[in-house]
């Protein structure tokens, strides 16, 4: 069973990762919802890909690789909402983070572009993601998939994140996105991780997309 000390929470890996039939019951929906999500949101992919194209005649998607399940690396997919020499310029303004942790968020971002601006507060650069789920890499609920460099600055108990697959959405996005900072984004992660069932789930899901309608603090 799980221990809750104080603020933090406590897991236990075998619990986690034994619960086959929520397990094989929530990668069947994945499988499901993803590729209908996909055949139903073609046109606005259209719509967007050709918005990103003319805006700068860069690529209209952006890879990054990131850490999935038990620490496995895949490449993920999103819209690209930056300028296309971004990674160049991150250097250069890492030291304006403005959340503690291994994390880099600036709400007034130089990098993102004015599509870019749009298609994050509405969450519609994580549609690509939806390939990502298809795939087995992700799901469609679950911790946000972390950059490599930020996990080689985990401690043991942010280590926990990757005992689950990570997801296009989740508990952190829903509710609290960029107003909380690492620590409570991993307490969240982590809190629903102990609480997850098919319809937690659900329940995500639906808040995730009123946040899509009334933006939160996404940026």
């Known amino acids: 069973m799980s221990i809750e000390e104080g603020a933090k929470i406590y897991l ?34 259209l719509i967007i890909s050709i918005w990103i194209k003319l805006y700068d005649n860069g690529p209209v998607f952006y890879v990054q690789e990131r850490v999935g399940l038990n620490g496995k ?30 994390m880099f968020k600036i709400k007034h971002d130089p990098r993102v572009t004015s599509v870019g601006k749009f298609i994050r507060r509405t969450s519609i650069d994580e549609l690509p993601q939806l390939v990502n789920v298809l795939k087995g890499d992700m799901s469609l609920v679950g911790p946000r998939p972390p950059l490599p460099s930020e996990v080689a600055q985990y401690s043991k108990y942010d280590l926990q994140r990757l005992w ?21 984004m ?19 899901v639906l808040m995730t997309i009123f946040v899509m309608i009334n933006p939160n603090s996404a940026y």
């Open 73 to 102: 690396k895949f490449k993920i997919y999103k819209f690209r909402s930056m300028y296309v020499n971004a990674d160049l310029l991150l250097e250069k303004i890492k030291q304006k983070n403005e959340v503690q942790g291994p």
């Open 12 to 45: 236990d890996k075998n619990r986690v990762q034994s619960r086959y039939s929520y397990i094989f019951t929530k990668r069947i929906l994945d499988i499901f919802f993803s590729l209908l999500g996909l055949i139903v949101l073609a046109p606005l992919f």
């Open 164 to 184: 689950v697959i990570p997801g296009c959405t989740g508990l952190w996005q829903a509710t609290e996105r960029n107003n909380v900072g690492f620590d409570e």
């Open 186 to 204: 991993v307490n969240l992660d982590l809190e629903y991780i102990e609480k997850s069932n098919i319809f937690f789930d659900a329940k995500i």
